[in-house]
């Protein structure tokens, strides 16, 4: 088991920044693949950004990238997702997820935090 926690969360205006963080414990990561993904209102969870906890390769969605970055602290198990610039149509609940390498789907998912961008 991977146990999540997240935080940082918080209200912003547009144009602002937040950097949410993400706790993981329970298990060695160096196997796994850390995610950020973010539910508003009325529309499907979505990707935002993942790492590769081994290698540190990340991947973004094309509604982030140059304003988010992933990155992560080995030394204190937490992954962190800067937010730059932010928008309203980035409000929503983030969720930080973990996987296997080798699965296709994340198995271990927090409880989420909100981020709400005022216009």
């Known amino acids: 088991q991977v146990q999540l926690v997240e935080s940082g969360g918080g209200l912003v205006q547009a144009g602002g920044s937040l950097r949410l963080s993400c706790v993981a414990s329970g298990r060695t990561l160096s196997r796994y693949r850390m995610g950020w993904f973010r539910q508003a209102p009325g529309k499907e969870r979505e990707f935002v950004a993942r790492?590769?906890?081994?290698?540190?390769?990340?991947d973004y969605a094309d509604s982030v990238k140059g304003r988010f970055t992933i990155s992560r602290d080995n030394a204190k198990n937490t992954v962190f997702l800067q937010m730059n610039s932010l928008k309203p149509e980035d409000t929503a609940v983030y969720y930080c997820?973990?996987?296997?390498?080798?699965?296709?789907?994340?198995?271990?998912w927090g409880q989420g935090t909100q981020v709400t961008v005022s216009s």
């Open positions: 790492i590769n906890w081994s290698d540190g390769v990340t």
């Open positions: 997820a973990a996987r296997i390498l080798s699965m296709s789907k994340y198995d271990y």
